[in-house]
């Protein structure tokens, strides 16, 4: 950008502090200088870095000043000193020189130490009390101000240790040994240097109050701005990053996959997350004995551990099925128990709304079709890819005229619709369908097969004692949370659920 | 699921035909068993529950070998009879009522086979024999056991054997404290006062099932060429089943099998059967119901092709199931299997035209309003969960409300399910204090009460938790969103000067709506902030979500 046109987007800060960089550069100059903020000052050094005015440089110095006790030492004199000149030829007593010299006991010990190794006095001792005297040594130092007093005196402003003559570095060495008389401050001096650009654009006369900052109420009623230009701004400058409220990125993946269910036809079910064994599992024709109803997959109620059953004809009929099977088939052949059915579970799948919608129905209400997104409970650690509370998308379409490749039309539709581009299927087990479906889809960056979730055709021994006759009903019940880790580059599935501010604040919208 | 792991060599053998790496893994995917890896020479593979036949190299390869069309159709078993014979005693009829039994000879016992064979038993005993609650399996060499067998109970203190790997004979009590499966299974024993025990013309015990054999007549070796085979249980169905898996696993190792006498005494309810059983069950099967179901058009003979893929047989109407599947139940079991049979990517996806119409429930989109008005005052959602702790929930906030327990929960931090909102919001401010405030929050979900009313005796309430945690938050600040809040759902609302324990005493209000409690808003009190390791001032509100849209419903 020309000189002129940079001239001209100055933002007040950076027009007082231009001027002043023709002769200084240092930035604590610059803010006694200007009588701004050191923030003001910086933010308009930066502003000119960025516009490639300057150079901002910053070098690491040491700073040695005055600390607490030095800061007294110049005004009454270092404690060795006061203490020599308190002494006379003849040995005096010890107390009394302490009080002639106002010294403190830490200060004492130090003076005699340091005063006996120099030869400046004699020590002697008479019972218990110390007499001490000067030496010729002791006058002799008395006579001109040594190199710590001398440097001392120098240090009204804090100096560089760098610039520091042998003599003075002498002095710094002892002093700094010493307790709280100067202190070392590793400062950042920052520099500023202007550019060939810079030395341009600070020729440039710009007359401030010709140039308008900010509009006002005042200017448009008065008509103020006219005959005046506005500062122009650099329009490709970074600004602070702000952040608003919205919906939980998962919410908003939910709610998109849900309009795709709606779109399609379906109803929503929802229904309460603890639910009786019975709706769980039993309706579900899996047997009382089954694997999945152990302890360990399973979150199971402590109190209270047990629910009630639904109306006797619908008990009496799931009782039938597993016992000795529904029309055309043998059951699984064994008691059911009542009791292990009214055990209370947090769902472990949606589809325990799947078997409460189906036992409403009545044969009128066909064909239908339903769906459901929601928590599921899986009684597992957590790791990378588990989480003990889960999502689900669940869906069921019950048609006397369905088949198993409706199910794949279905499924593949909606993978697609989530942004899978292709959808395979394979044969799977689940107790309660048959034929069953493992949905694979292709991971749309890896290029690789990976399980969403299961699928398939409701065994008779389930619709016929919930329905009250055979008709096929197509379900799926995918894992929901998995379908979404790719878009939201997440790949440790806790993340959803963390909570993380900085994490709600940042993340992408759900757009497809 | 189970996982066995098939060495490829056997397994290429036992199939006929070596497929290339790709393909076989393709193959073994849509043959419906769950490919785990393979690796060198293993192929490792997860067995769906429904298959305890392929749990074996031999009755995978069985399988498999049907499937890409090598040896399809039904397998035959030869079965002769050895006239030996097992007694079974009354004695058993009330602790462990089943016997089923089988010889299998000349098999040429090596490492490699005994490995296979432990392999089977022990799969079969975790899935078939759930953990051994349903029937255990024993195998004896021949050469140490004399015909015939008694099957009996006795009591445990007044027998003694040596179990297997053991140095000295123990009583049937012993075991179960001594013995590691003893120790393992002893619950399976619990409370009866006599022990099951097989035991033979020389009166040797062979074995306390389901616990363990003896060492002495139950352990076969490298010298073994014939074994004497039983399940003993609760269920004959199962028993026969699991029988017939093992018997012609070893028949496809190149095995005979015979059959003996099992005789049951009078009066017991069950007669006696000569056993193994491996004659074919008949099924009928209905092309019309296979064909609607698939949505095909199959042919007869197409399907009996099929079935045949699977290791079915097909007479007229009828299938023939070998006796080593234990999973048919009805006839919508074969449809799968011809499904699997015509291959699953060969199915064409089609949506149908149904016209049914798509809706949200109701009080979804209720709180999807309410989230979105929160969302345009620059609050931000929380998704959190429904299990928590009862120290978040009680001692943290001072208050002391029941709360439902989870009997096994896995992670002691998770174990309760929450009874209120407000401890998950406070949470989360304790989990982001390294970040910028304001921090302004709201989360809608499920809390928990027992209530005898409910089918469950436990009812659920949809709230909403909404908590401001910044420098300046007060009850003002609250007090505004929450009013906003209520112009946007058009309610009036009462509020009532009512302190309560997380709460700063005098700025704590309850709110009601037609004489009804909706929800208590105020400034959380230092104590409670102190308990979250806050140091910032939070103000908050809890809604019953649920209750505001009835009362909505009712207005409208």
């Not at chain 1, 005004?75 to 006379?88: C, D, I, T």
């Not at chain 2, 008005?373 to 906030?397: F, P, R, V």
């Not at chain 2, 709360?403 to 949470?427: F, K, T």
Request: proline letters at 4%; aromatic letters at 10%; glycine letters at 6%.
């Amino acid at each position: 950008m020309e000189a002129r046109k940079l001239a001209e987007i100055l933002h007040p800060l950076e027009r007082k502090v231009l001027p002043l960089l023709t002769k200084i550069s240092s930035f604590s100059g610059l803010v006694s200088k200007s009588g701004l903020k050191d923030v003001e000052v910086m933010r308009a050094l930066q502003w000119m870095q960025n516009k490639k005015i300057i150079d901002l440089k910053e070098v690491v110095k040491k700073i040695v000043s005055l600390d607490k006790n030095g800061k007294e030492y110049v005004k009454s004199g270092l404690p060795e000193l006061r203490f020599l000149k308190a002494l006379k030829k003849d040995a005096q007593d010890i107390d009394a020189i302490v009080k002639k010299a106002g010294l403190d006991k830490g200060e004492v010990n130090i003076c005699l130490g340091m005063l006996k190794k120099k030869a400046a006095i004699t020590i002697q001792k008479e019972g218990k009390a110390l007499k001490i005297a000067i030496t010729s040594q002791g006058e002799k130092l008395l006579q001109k101000p040594t190199l710590e007093e001398q440097f001392l005196k120098t240090l009204k402003e804090p100096r560089e240790v760098s610039s520091l003559g042998p003599e003075e570095k002498f002095a710094f060495d002892n002093l700094n040994a010493r307790k709280s008389i100067i202190k070392v401050d590793i400062a950042k001096i920052k520099t500023a240097i202007l550019t060939e650009l810079g030395k341009k654009v600070a020729k440039e006369k710009i007359d401030a109050t010709k140039i308008i900052d900010r509009l006002t109420p005042k200017m448009l009623v008065g008509n103020a701005w006219q005959g005046k230009s506005f500062r122009r701004y650099d329009v490709k400058i970074n600004v602070p990053q702000i952040s608003g409220g919205k919906r939980h990125f998962v919410k908003t993946a939910t709610d998109y996959a849900k309009n795709i269910w709606m779109n399609m036809g379906f109803k929503e079910m929802t229904g309460t997350m603890v639910n009786t064994s019975f709706w769980n599992f039993d309706a579900l024709f899996t047997a009382q004995d089954h694997p999945v109803r152990d302890l360990q997959d399973t979150f199971f109620i402590g109190k209270p551990k047990t629910g009630k059953l639904p109306d006797k004809k619908i008990v009496s009929r799931i009782k039938k099925a597993h016992e000795s099977g529904t029309t055309g088939s043998i059951g699984w052949r064994y008691v059911w128990q009542p009791d292990d059915a009214k055990t209370n579970v947090l769902r472990t799948h949606t589809t325990v709304l799947s078997a409460q919608t189906i036992a409403q129905l009545k044969e009128s209400d066909l064909p239908a079709k339903y769906f459901a997104l929601g928590r599921c409970f899986r009684n597992e650690t957590m790791d990378w890819a588990h989480l003990f509370e889960f999502n689900q998308t669940e869906g069921i379409v019950i048609d006397p005229d369905a088949n198993f490749r409706h199910l794949l039309g279905y499924l593949k539709l909606f993978f697609k619709q989530m942004g899978f581009a292709d959808a395979r299927f394979r044969p799977a087990h689940f107790p309660y369908t048959e034929p069953s479906v493992e949905i694979d889809v292709l991971h749309p960056v890896r290029k690789e097969w990976y399980e969403l979730g299961g699928a398939g055709i409701f065994r008779p021994e389930v619709v016929e004692p919930l329905l009250g006759k055979f008709v096929p009903i197509l379900a799926w019940g995918p894992g929901f949370d998995r379908i979404i880790l790719e878009y939201f580059e997440i790949n440790d599935i806790r993340e959803l659920y963390k909570n993380d501010l900085k994490q709600l604040r940042e993340i992408k919208y759900w757009m497809k | 699921m189970p996982t066995v792991t098939l060495n490829k060599t056997v397994f290429e053998k036992l199939v006929g035909k070596k497929l290339p790496l790709n393909q076989l893994k393709d193959r073994i995917s849509m043959l419906g068993t769950d490919l785990d890896k393979i690796e060198g020479n293993e192929i490792l593979v997860e067995i769906f529950p429904n298959r305890p036949d392929m749990l074996s190299e031999q009755g995978f390869a069985r399988a498999f070998s049907s499937f890409i069309g090598v040896k399809t159709g039904l397998r035959k078993y030869d079965v002769k009879k050895s006239g030996q014979e097992v007694i079974v005693d009354k004695s058993v009829k009330n602790i462990r009522p089943y016997t089923v039994c089988a010889i299998v000879k000349n098999l040429k016992f090596d490492d490699e086979k005994i490995r296979e064979i432990i392999q089977i038993q022990e799969k079969l005993h975790v899935t078939l024999c759930r953990k051994r609650k349903k029937g255990a399996i024993g195998i004896y060499p021949m050469e140490a056991i004399k015909f015939p067998i008694k099957y009996m109970a006795k009591r445990p203190a007044e027998f003694k054997f040596q179990p297997l790997e053991f140095q000295k004979e123990l009583t049937g009590i012993q075991i179960l404290s001594r013995h590691p499966a003893g120790r393992e299974y002893a619950y399976l024993l619990e409370g009866k006062d006599k022990f099951p025990i097989f035991i033979d013309a020389n009166n040797e015990i062979l074995s306390m099932p389901p616990i363990i054999n003896s060492h002495k007549t139950g352990k076969v070796s490298e010298k073994t060429k014939d074994v004497f085979i039983e399940c003993s249980g609760f269920d004959l169905e199962t028993l026969n089943a699991c029988l017939n898996i093992i018997v012609t696993a070893m028949a496809d190792m190149g095995g005979e099998i015979y059959s003996l006498d099992v005789k049951y005494p009078e009066g017991y309810g069950t007669q006696s059967i000569a056993t193994p059983e491996l004659a074919p069950k008949k099924w009928n099967i209905d092309l019309k119901f296979i064909n609607k179901l698939l949505g095909l058009d199959l042919k007869e003979n197409e399907m009996k092709k099929l079935l045949e893929k699977m290791g079915f047989g097909y007479e007229k109407g009828k299938v023939l199931v070998p006796a080593y599947r234990a999973d048919i139940m009805h006839q919508v079991d074969f449809v799968e299997d011809i499904a699997i049979a015509y291959g699953y990517e060969n199915f064409e996806p089609v949506i149908p035209n149904v016209s049914t119409i798509g809706e949200e429930d109701k009080f979804e989109t209720f709180k999807r309003y309410v989230a979105e008005i929160l969302a345009g005052l620059s609050l931000l959602e929380c998704e959190t969960y429904n299990l928590t702790n009862a120290d978040n929930l009680n001692k943290k906030m001072k208050v002391q409300l029941p709360c439902i327990e989870i009997q096994n929960a896995v992670n002691i931090d998770y174990n309760v399910l929450r009874s209120w909102m407000l401890p998950s919001l406070m949470q989360i401010f304790n989990e982001n204090k390294h970040y910028e405030y304001p921090q302004n929050i709201f989360s809608i979900g499920n809390v928990f009460k027992e209530n005898k009313k409910a089918e469950t005796n436990v009812e659920e309430f949809t709230r909403i938790g909404v908590a401001l945690c910044s420098l300046d938050s007060d009850y003002t600040k609250i007090r505004q969103i929450f009013d906003y809040l209520m112009r946007c759902l058009d309610l009036k609302v009462k509020f009532t000067d009512k302190d309560h324990p997380s709460f700063i005493p005098g700025r704590c209000a309850r709110i009601s709506v037609n004489g009804k409690n909706v929800a208590y808003i105020g400034e959380i009190c230092p104590e409670v902030l102190q308990n979250w390791d806050l140091q910032t001032p939070v103000a908050a509100f809890e809604l019953n979500l649920g209750e505001l849209y009835e009362l909505g419903q009712r207005k409208a």
